[in-house]
């Protein structure tokens, strides 16, 4: 039976008053903006802050670089695993407008309790975001689909609306945490963050009857069946929470001999071993066709490179952050920019590219010479590997006495954006054409792990710092992830093989 609680989705009432979309746009575009605005900013500290002194007059907490970068590295790739729970509660217990309500509230906690100085309110903080964040992320995103139950052209053009919510977001909150966080206090940025995600919920919560009735929990299950399995559910997170917690209290006492770094690269070599393990299983004994498992063999190659994409990508808030603190000169008239500021370079540059390259893309495919899904990706490593090579040419002629011009990071940060606009957009519209119907849901989740390893082996890499010079450490990454793009391009005729029509 259909619970009595809920409702199934429908036509949004009111006339369409957000640029030419229904209402209820704008309030999931204000909804994500503030909480990218909250996510964004508060990363932009994060590292800096790590890595602080502790003697200084705005202390940090005084972590080395190997330490703080496994540690945004494992929050980083938390934020997009519990994507995976966070919406397997809003389909099964919740309905996405509760996840996203409760989310949002997790975060502003986590974020304000940031804002309290200690070690133990930081890493609490973190938790918290990190729960909230999966709650909310993946859920404002579902809805967003919903106000379009025809799809078409309609459906894309509204989620390029929403995307600018999301860079807007990340373009201003850098700027202000950064501005109150390096210039004033690390905690007046995070309770900024705080505050920002606190603004959104209130517009979201405002602009509720503009959302109709979607979003609400549609289940057969009765309301004590689905009782029971929020019973169960929350019993096997709490039992998992339990053993993480003790877990990292033995390590933090010392009866486990083990660094934040080594946990780090078990948790990224396991993740990358469980998700072979995986596709081995739907190979062999998914019961899928011969053509369903070359597409999958697609999705997996995707998977890798996407991995090995955001593994760079993702410095930015760690070596690139730090090479901007420690080896760039940031005086204006007298005025030190934070260093933290810059990282909203790569957003500025995303509202201004996104529409040029859905242009050109558009332009191409009405010539049939849209380049195929495997090229995009080869030439998003491509561009990514030719930003790190800028910068490692910067780094050669930069020290903390003569630190280098921003350009060098605002060049980096141009050709990033430029290998981000080729590989990110073409993920999830892939998976959805690859996937056999019964998989889609898995194979997103797939999408999303790879985006969780890369963020891991981010914070991993930009470690190494703290025995590589940044010269040789960029450099490094810009070879690797350049010999993976010539590889992917290269591969690209048998890949589109596999790939049979889908295009």
């Known amino acids: 039976m259909t619970n009595p609680t809920t409702a199934t989705a429908g036509p949004v009432a009111g ?7 229904p209402r209820g746009l704008a309030t999931l575009f204000f909804t994500e903006m503030w909480e990218r605005f909250s996510y964004y900013g508060m990363r932009a500290l994060l590292t800096l802050f790590m890595t602080t002194a502790t003697i ?19 929050y980083t790739a938390l934020v997009y695993i ?16 509760k996840a996203i309500w409760v989310g949002g509230w997790i975060i502003a906690l986590g974020h304000f309790t940031m804002a309290i100085p200690g070690t133990s309110t930081f890493f609490l903080g973190l938790v918290f975001i990190v729960c909230g964040t999966g709650l909310l992320k993946p859920n ?23 995307y600018m919510g999301i860079n807007l977001g990340a373009f201003f909150g850098p700027l202000i945490t950064g501005f109150l966080g390096e210039g004033y206090e690390w905690h007046w940025g995070f309770g900024a963050a705080g505050v920002g995600m606190v603004l959104g919920l209130i517009q979201y919560r405002l602009g509720q009857p503009h959302l109709g009735d979607i979003g609400h929990l549609r289940t057969d299950r009765s309301p004590e069946e689905v009782a029971a399995l929020s019973r169960r559910f929350f019993g096997t997170f709490g039992a998992v929470v339990a053993v993480i917690a003790g ?13 934040v770094t080594q946990i780090a690269s078990a948790l990224g070599y396991s993740v990358l071993v469980l998700v072979a393990v995986y596709f081995v299983y ?20 995707l998977f890798l490179l996407i991995a090995v994409f955001w593994s760079g990508f993702e410095q930015a808030g760690t070596s690139l952050n730090l090479f901007a603190r420690d080896l760039t000169d940031r005086m204006i008239f007298g005025w030190e920019l934070p260093a933290s500021t810059l990282q909203s370079v790569n957003a500025g540059f995303i509202i201004i590219l996104a529409p040029i390259f859905g242009s050109i893309w558009v332009w191409l495919d009405s010539r049939r010479a849209n380049p195929s899904i495997p090229v995009k990706a080869g030439l998003g490593l491509l561009g990514l590997a030719m930003g790190f090579f800028v910068l490692a040419w910067g780094a050669a002629h930069a020290t903390p006495e003569n630190p280098v011009s921003p350009a060098w990071l605002v060049v980096t940060y141009f050709l990033h954006t430029v290998g981000e606009l080729c590989i990110s957009p073409i993920g999830l519209s892939a998976i959805t054409k690859l996937s056999p119907q019964r998989r889609v849901g898995q194979m997103m989740g797939v999408w999303f792990v790879g985006a969780a390893l890369g963020n891991l082996f981010a914070g991993l890499v930009a470690g190494q710092l703290a025995s590589l010079a940044p010269a040789a450490l960029f450099r490094t990454v810009a070879m690797i992830i350049g010999s993976v793009g010539i590889v992917a391009l290269v591969a690209s005729p048998k890949v589109r093989a596999l790939m049979g029509g889908a295009r």
Do not use: C
Request: glycine share 16%; hydrophobic share 45%.
């Open 247 to 259: 877990f990292t209290f033995l390590v933090y006492s010392g009866v486990l001999p083990f660094t």
């Open 15 to 21: 006339r369409r008053t957000f640029f030419g979309h």
């Open 282 to 301: 739907v190979w062999t004994a998914g019961g899928h066709t011969t053509e369903e498992n070359k597409r999958m063999a697609v999705i997996f190659w």
């Open 82 to 97: 519990t994507a995976l729970p966070g919406g397997w509660i809003a389909d099964n217990l919740w309905g996405q407008r």
């Open 140 to 162: 404002v995103s579902t809805i967003v689909g919903d106000l379009y139950p025809e799809g078409g052209a309609r459906r894309d053009a509204g989620f390029s609306v929403f």
């Open 56 to 74: 200084e007059s705005n202390p940090g907490l005084g972590f080395d670089v190997a330490t703080a970068g496994a540690i945004y590295g494992m």
